[in-house]
């Protein structure tokens, strides 16, 4: 039998991902944190939404931290929360939200892994041999992977955008880039000519070889960057080239695709991009999100404090 909690749940989440047009990434985050708090809730032997009060709301971030939850990862069940009971009192199945008041637990504001400068060259000249850089004789394989890293730290795009985008959404003449971010949100973000040149080389000397080698009775004939089997590349596969490149490049820390991301950013910004540009082309629906990359290496306050300070010398 359907129970009230399930119908709200339902009802929920066709809102968040149909009328409110979040990702399917997004959306299945949100379906997880309500599920565990629900599941929560009923193990209390409350089953109806009205019959939920602050104290429970309260114990709930309590049985969470006490279950070892990051600060981070509390705040987003938190924020979960508080989108669920609003939506139940906009759909008048409770007469308050009980969650309003609560407020997520404060911790340690921690910085993005971001790369040098240095370390991404490193990280992006390890890929592909010198010998074969400039050669049609080059593994088709590691062709792509060169074409990927560059055009992920040239547009700063999310991981799901690279494994997402199509032929006709880049134009090597114009040096752009068209990419679709969550909630089906397009922009336009410049190519680099470096990610340009060997975006150019896979195109023309690897992804047909790729396309060929698939298995598939239709190839693929939109994807940008293809896997061994001619398919379209995936998530896991990206985060494999990514962690393989690190390893190459001699890297010890790990490394994942917001790596590149991160670093694209903190680098337009030290270079002198201002945060509300840097916003846009990260496709942020906040500027606030995207403040997180104006923090400065101690090397950078330093050297602007002995430039810029009158009795620093």
């Not at 924020?79 to 637990?105: G, T």
Request: with cysteine.
């Amino acid at each position: 039998m359907t129970s009230s909690f399930d119908r709200l749940t339902e009802q929920f989440l066709v809102h968040i991902g149909v009328e409110r047009g979040l990702a399917d990434a997004t959306v299945g985050a949100y379906k997880s944190d309500i599920t565990k708090y629900v599941n929560w809730l009923q193990s209390r032997s409350i089953s109806n939404p009205e019959d939920i009060g602050r104290q429970d709301v309260e114990d709930y971030v309590a049985a969470l931290d006490a279950a070892g939850e990051s600060a981070r990862s509390k705040a987003r069940r938190l924020a979960s929360l508080h989108e669920f009971h609003r939506f139940a009192l906009a759909q008048h199945m409770v007469s308050d939200d009980v969650s309003a008041s609560i407020k997520a637990p404060k911790g340690i504001s921690t910085l993005p892994d971001v790369l040098s400068v240095d370390e991404v060259a490193r990280l992006l000249d390890a890929v592909l041999p010198d010998e074969t850089a400039a050669g049609v004789s080059a593994d088709p394989v590691q062709l792509r992977n060169k074409a990927l890293l560059e055009f992920m730290y040239a547009t700063g795009c999310r991981v799901s955008e690279a494994a997402g985008a199509n032929l006709d959404d880049i134009d090597l003449t114009e040096h752009v880039a068209r990419l679709m971010g969550k909630g089906s949100k397009q922009r336009l973000v410049p190519i680099g000519g470096y990610a340009c040149e060997a975006l150019a080389r896979y195109l023309n000397a690897a992804r047909g070889e790729l396309e060929r080698r698939t298995t598939a009775k239709v190839p693929e004939r939109r994807a940008v960057f293809l896997n061994k089997r001619g398919r379209r590349i995936s998530r896991q596969s990206i985060w494999e080239v990514v962690k393989e490149a690190g390893q190459k490049a001699g890297i010890t820390r790990p490394l994942h695709p917001h790596t590149l991301r991160h670093s694209f950013a903190t680098h337009l910004i030290q270079g002198g991009a201002d945060v509300r540009t840097v916003q846009e082309l990260l496709g942020h629906a906040s500027v606030t999100t995207t403040q997180i990359y104006t923090h400065v290496s101690p090397e950078h306050l330093i050297e602007a404090y002995l430039m810029a300070h009158p009795r620093a010398r």
